[in-house]
């Protein structure tokens, strides 16, 4: 049972243009929940989180987005650059202190030059 | 700061051997988590620790599995014995381990890639 989903294992975008990576959960519970990037060959880095308590949290060209009626995130990337290229995890967490993270199956970005 | 560091990078056993993965947390991080990756289920959570003390292995697969922290600057997962469905890349992460989320993200270390034949 995934509580956690990305539906799409990859996308394609141009440089320049903007990356839109999407999540669904199931779990009402989750009220804390973060974006992680990852390289080839290195473990997961942080890259912004939100709170059930917003909807929206921006941090330079990373957007975060939180409907919490459909269960839903998305992640923006605004303008898209060829080093974004990677593997991005969204994950949940149900404690406040985002400890018990639960993780999405991932979805591979590929910035084309 | 070095990161979180993680021994070794790569192990290759034989199924029914003991294996030992190693964790250093980020030095001042009060909070360890070992983490398992595999194709199959994805980037799972096993156990993690506060303090030093294991808060909650529900992650963990079965009695195989044990992890420990003797210190707050050493940790270590080990199976015994091991199986080729262990297969799998095992991450440790480490954070501060503060009351609230703000502040509070894990770090990740490179992972080890275990192969049991």
């Known amino acids: 049972d995934q509580q956690v989903k990305q539906n799409s294992p990859s996308l394609s975008v141009q440089e320049g243009r903007i990356s839109i990576l999407n999540c669904d959960y199931t779990?009402?519970?989750?009220?804390?929940f973060l974006w992680y990037k990852k390289y080839p060959a290195e473990g997961p880095t942080f890259l912004i989180s939100?709170?059930?308590?917003?909807d929206k949290n921006e941090d330079g060209r990373f957007t975060v987005f939180l409907n919490k009626s459909a269960k839903h995130l998305s992640l923006h990337i605004v303008p898209s650059q060829p080093g974004d290229s990677a593997v991005y995890f969204c994950a949940a967490s149900i404690d406040n202190a985002g400890n018990m993270l639960t993780f999405g199956g991932g979805t591979r970005l590929m910035v084309k030059p | 700061d070095a990161g979180v560091i993680q021994s070794p990078r790569h192990e290759v056993t034989e199924m029914g051997q003991e294996v030992t993965l190693r964790c250093k947390p980020i030095?001042?991080?009060?909070?360890l988590f070992w983490y398992r990756q595999t194709m199959m289920r994805g980037l799972e959570l096993l156990i993690y620790f506060n303090n030093n003390v294991p808060i909650d292995d529900s992650g963990m697969p079965e009695d195989r599995f044990s992890a420990k922290m003797p210190n707050a600057s050493f940790s270590t997962l080990k199976i015994q014995p091991s199986e080729p469905r262990d297969s799998a890349v095992y991450f440790c992460?480490?954070?501060?381990?503060?009351?609230?989320?703000?502040?509070?993200?894990?770090?990740f270390g490179p992972g080890t890639r275990l192969t049991v034949l």
């Open positions: 992460a480490s954070s501060l381990g503060t009351g609230g989320w703000k502040g509070n993200e894990q770090f």
């Open positions: 779990n009402s519970m989750f009220d804390y």
């Open positions: 030095s001042g991080h009060n909070s």
């Open positions: 939100i709170s059930s308590i917003k």
